[in-house]
């Protein structure tokens, strides 16, 4: 294109119109997760209410009989065995999880502005739905967690050079009295759940991760086991909240809690090549702009 020359609406496009779509297409979202809910569900029963208070009753006997003798077993351990866990317990952030989902849903939100087929509406609606209820499931035990934690203000192990469980200091809002629960149990076992929940083959995988994580936080000293079994309370059980939420208004689950299966492989390759068309066209447009 020369200067001053006037670029015809049509060189730009759908992508003229991108910034209202997405926020159009992200409003749609958020008015679905929002609505009344469509379903009754069973309110939680009587093993559900059993595996609340033992995690409760493990916590307690863990303060009182575990944490102090765990420190001290792992203050013992060789500093190489704690540094390859310092390089594991990483893997336990929030972020692994959230920064993917947060980039597939906006990529979904991107590729939802095109017209397209009612069978690639379709697949793109079944992804954002499936990967929005991880987003959350993971995502909202972990900022109740990272607040919380730091109400409570429960001291790390050896927090001024000695071990005391049971030392707390309230509404400190500083990290070495942000202890109880961990952060980092309470995403692993928040991703287990959630995870497990819409894929069934990938719950050992996921659980088996869940506990390396959690054992992680005690070898770098930096939870009590109670710590460590209070996150992944919050987190296991804080994920199931948001997929009864999604039951309720018959989003991916049934009024049983079991998730409804994933588009079929030839239906998600189909809607790629669907995309991969547009976007040629698009590119070829352009390119007659210039």
Not at 56 to 72: G, K, N, R, V, Y
Not at 125 to 139: D, P
Not at 180 to 196: D, E, R
Not at 215 to 220: D, N, Y
Request: glycine fraction near 10%; aromatic fraction near 12%; hydrophobic fraction near 55%.
């Amino acid at each position: 294109m020369t200067a001053g020359r006037t670029v015809p609406a049509t060189c730009f496009g759908w992508l003229g119109d991108l910034p209202g779509s997405l926020l159009s297409n992200i409003g749609r979202a958020a008015s679905t997760l929002a609505k009344a809910r469509r379903v009754q569900l069973r309110p939680p029963g009587i093993g559900d209410i059993a595996v609340l208070v033992l995690a409760l009753a493990a916590i307690a006997t863990a303060m009182f009989f575990l944490d102090s003798m765990a420190s001290d077993w792992a203050w013992g351990l060789p500093r190489w065995f704690r540094a390859a866990f310092e390089f594991i317990t990483n893997f336990g952030l929030g972020g692994w999880f959230l920064f993917p989902l947060a980039f597939l849903l906006l990529s979904l939100s991107i590729f939802a502005t095109r017209p397209l087929s009612r069978m690639a509406q379709g697949v793109l609606g079944a992804l954002a739905v499936r990967f929005g209820y991880l987003f959350l499931a993971i995502g909202v035990p972990g900022l109740f967690v990272s607040i919380v934690k730091r109400l409570i203000g429960r001291a790390r192990p050896y927090v001024g050079g000695h071990d005391d469980p049971f030392a707390y200091v309230p509404f400190a809002w500083r990290p070495e009295y942000a202890s109880m629960p961990s952060g980092h149990a309470t995403t692993a076992a928040a991703a287990a759940v959630a995870i497990g929940a819409v894929c069934p083959r990938a719950r050992p995988v996921m659980w088996l991760y869940a506990l390396i994580i959690m054992f992680s936080r005690i070898i770098v000293l930096a939870h009590h086991p109670s710590d460590v079994i209070a996150g992944a309370l919050v987190g296991g059980a804080g994920a199931l909240p948001v997929r009864r939420w999604f039951a309720a208004r018959r989003l991916l689950f049934s009024v049983e809690l079991k998730a409804f299966p994933w588009p079929a492989w030839r239906r998600i390759a189909g809607t790629g090549r669907e995309l991969a068309a547009v976007w040629l066209r698009h590119g070829t447009a352009q390119r007659h702009c210039r």
